[in-house]
Structures are given as structure tokens and as C-alpha cells.
């Protein structure tokens, strides 16, 4: 950090700004985290009148520009690296260049935000991410394809298939957005359609299990008074309430025990 102590010992700004540049480190000591460092510098600099600027010793002055053509250099020589490196890529990508293309944008990170512009071919690491990212996208969106293949057609599934379904289903939405358009419309229409058909089996069930309970409830005929005539409304409400394939499958007992009732 900068030393305010140096401000007190100046006697006039061109002084305090003369010490403030020989804070700076050495040549040899130069990294890229000086760099807020001499661009506080610059800018202040930059809001000096002629005359002030006029007050600082070139010798002094020297060290700051020193300092940056310092920076500069570094990054000339970190840009040529990434630029050969995106250079080096082939025309068309694959997986194979995964770590390639990670390891060049590792690179690129790295390069202080300042120096980013100075990279020409920048466009073409971009494209060879969006590759791989759609390769992967491709790739993740089969393996959703091939589940949901393996299933029945919706109209032969059962709640057998309500496992490997909700499975694809889950896969589904693990995908990115990308991935997801690379799922075809008619298999999406095949997952939806047997969920839904599963889900609607399900409700059936439900219906059906509360049906039978209620009249497994109900006393006998000859056991019947006043008492129960809320219970068998219930039950007759509940079993009119199916469909014609659900009361199929309402026991034979407790269908003549409801109409006895």
C-alpha cells in the first residue's frame, strides 16, 4: 500500500506525487497485481495542470512509464502465448480438445481485464467452447432419447414402467436449456403422454381403494339403522363418482353390499 507519511514530508504536490511513484517496486519485482497501483497513478497524473506535471522529475517520472512499459511487455508476450495456444486448436472440435480449450481460458482469466482487447482471435476460443458445450449438450440429450425409447408406447404402459418414466423424466430436467431441444418432440410427447396416463392410474387407484374402504365400513343390511345414513350417502356419492372402468373394479361383495344398503 501507499505510505501517507510521504505526503506529510512533501512540500509541495509535485514532491507528494514524486513519492508516491518511488513506492513503487522495483523492476524486478513487477507483477500484474500493481497494476491498480500504477493506473491510480496514471489517472492522477492525467488530472495534473502543466505545471505540476512540470515539477516532477523526469527521473522519477521515468520509473512510472518504466513500470508500465514493464506491465506491457508482460502482457504482449501472455496475449502471443494465448493466441498461439488458440491457434493451435483444430478446425473442428470434439471432446478431445476439452482440456485444451479449458486450460487456454484458464489462461485468459488470468490476463488482468486491461489486456483482454489486445487478444485477436479471442472469437475463436468462444466458438470452440460453444462446441464443446453443444457436443455435451448432444450427448446428454441421446442418453434421454435412449430412455425413453426404451419405454412402452403410452398406451401399454402400466405402473410397472412409473419408475423407468419418472427416471427419464428426472433426466430430462437435469438437462440445459440447449440439451433439452436436442430431446425430439415425439419422445417428449411419449414421456408426457405415459406420465400422465401413470399419474391418472394412480388417481383411479386412489378412488377406487376409498371407495372399497368406505363400504368394507359400512355394517351389514340387517345391522343398518338411521345412524349409518351419512356413511352410505358417502359411499354411494364416492362410487357414482366413477368412471364405468373403475367400478368394474369395485369388488362384486361390496357392490351388493352397497345396494342393500
Not at 488482468?112 to 450427448?139: F, K, T
Request: hydrophobic share 40%; aromatic share 6%; no cysteine.
Amino acid at each position: 500500500g501507499w505510505t501517507v507519511k510521504a505526503f506529510e514530508d512533501s512540500s509541495t504536490f509535485g514532491d507528494f506525487f514524486e513519492a508516491l511513484i518511488e513506492q513503487l517496486p522495483q523492476s524486478s519485482s513487477i507483477t500484474y497485481a500493481d497494476i491498480p497501483h500504477v493506473q491510480a497513478l496514471r489517472s492522477a497524473y492525467g488530472k495534473l495542470t502543466a505545471a505540476q506535471k512540470a515539477s516532477i522529475d523526469e527521473t522519477v517520472y521515468s520509473k512510472l512509464t518504466g513500470v508500465e512499459d514493464i506491465l506491457m511487455g508482460f502482457a504482449n508476450e501472455d496475449v502471443e502465448n494465448i493466441e498461439n495456444m488458440i491457434d493451435a486448436l483444430p478446425d473442428v472440435i470434439t471432446l478431445a480438445d476439452k482440456e485444451d480449450i479449458a486450460s487456454i481460458r484458464q489462461s485468459v482469466e488470468i490476463l488482468p481485464v486491461i489486456y483482454l482487447s489486445m487478444i485477436d482471435n479471442i472469437e475463436v476460443l468462444e466458438e470452440a467452447e460453444y462446441a464443446i458445450y453443444d457436443i455435451e449438450a448432444r450427448e446428454a440429450a441421446q442418453e434421454v432419447n435412449n430412455l425413453i425409447d426404451e419405454l412402452p408406447l403410452p398406451q401399454e404402459a402400466g405402473l410397472e414402467d412409473k419408475t423407468a418414466a419418472r427416471e427419464a423424466y428426472s433426466a430430462y430436467t437435469s438437462l440445459n436449456d440447449l440439451a433439452k431441444t436436442y430431446v425430439t418432440d415425439t419422445n417428449y410427447q411419449k414421456l408426457t403422454s405415459i406420465l400422465e396416463k401413470i399419474a391418472g392410474m394412480e388417481r383411479s387407484i386412489f378412488k377406487i381403494d376409498t371407495v372399497e374402504e368406505k363400504i368394507t365400513g359400512l355394517p351389514e343390511a340387517d345391522s343398518l339403522t338411521l345412524n349409518h345414513k351419512t356413511q352410505v350417502v358417502e359411499a354411494r356419492m364416492l362410487f357414482d363418482a366413477l368412471s364405468g372402468e373403475e367400478k368394474a373394479i369395485i369388488s362384486s361383495d361390496n357392490i351388493s353390499k352397497l345396494q342393500l344398503a
